[in-house]
């Protein structure tokens, strides 16, 4: 498997931190365990770049990383997560926002959805941000391993209804991270956006 050249670069905590750089950028943000550092490992080919957990909020600052000397990866604080508590979920949800609506850096969106469960309110209120914002998106399918191919298909022609109307949403693209299903496809994708 390729690996892709990867380097940390800071963790923002406040807009005033996020980096003052030129590259293009893609960021990664979806519900809170739902697979965004892990995709990102896979994606560079290197397990310890972004921290993996499986207790849920673990990514609460936004991690920015540069990609083969040319692209910048964001690795966005998850939202939606019930056991933390609400003044830290207001915090972090708006960090993220903060990041989505001035990021002028920001070429794509990867709005990471599990593929497991129907879109939750908050991933389908992400979808209308993203589109009422102009903001270039696709909704990556996470943790597809777990479900029958059948399942799978299913998950990804509802999420093609849903976003039928929408004129930024590029694309839905099943992934799983211990499977490397999906990564080609993707890294086509960010390939040709960027
Ligand atoms: P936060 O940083 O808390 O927002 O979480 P995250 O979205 O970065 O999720 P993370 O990558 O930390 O993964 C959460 C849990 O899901 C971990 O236990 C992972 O091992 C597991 N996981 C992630 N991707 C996959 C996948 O493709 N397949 C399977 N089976 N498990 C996965
Ligand atoms: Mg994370």
Redesign the pocket.
């Known amino acids: 498997m390729e690996t892709l050249k990867a380097e940390f670069r800071i963790g923002a905590v406040t807009p005033e931190q996020f980096p003052n750089t030129m590259y293009p950028e893609i960021a990664f943000t ?1 519900r ?8 990102l490992n896979n994606l560079v080919n290197n397990k310890n770049l972004a921290k ?3 207790t ?4 609460q600052q936004i991690n920015f990383f540069l990609i083969e000397d040319r692209w910048m990866f964001a690795d966005l ?2 939202f939606g997560y019930a056991k933390v508590s609400k003044k830290d979920r207001e915090k972090w949800l708006h960090l993220n926002m903060e990041y989505l609506a001035t990021r002028e850096q920001l070429v794509l969106t990867c709005l ?1 959805v599990d593929s497991r469960h129907d879109p939750m309110k908050t991933d389908l209120a992400m979808m209308e941000w993203l589109e009422n914002n102009e903001r270039q998106f696709v909704v990556i399918l ?2 597809c ?2 479900i029958s191919q059948n399942d799978v298909d299913e998950r990804v022609e509802q999420i093609r209804g849903l976003l039928q109307h929408c004129e930024y949403a590029i694309d839905v693209i099943p ?4 499977k490397n299903i999906g990564r080609n496809n993707l890294l086509g994708l960010l390939r040709r956006s960027l």
Not at 56 to 59: Q, V
Not at 175 to 178: E, G, P, V
């Open positions: 979806g809170s365990n739902v697979g965004k550092s892990s995709m993996v957990s499986s849920p909020g673990k990514t604080p998850g990471l996470t943790k391993d777990k992934y799983s991270s211990t």
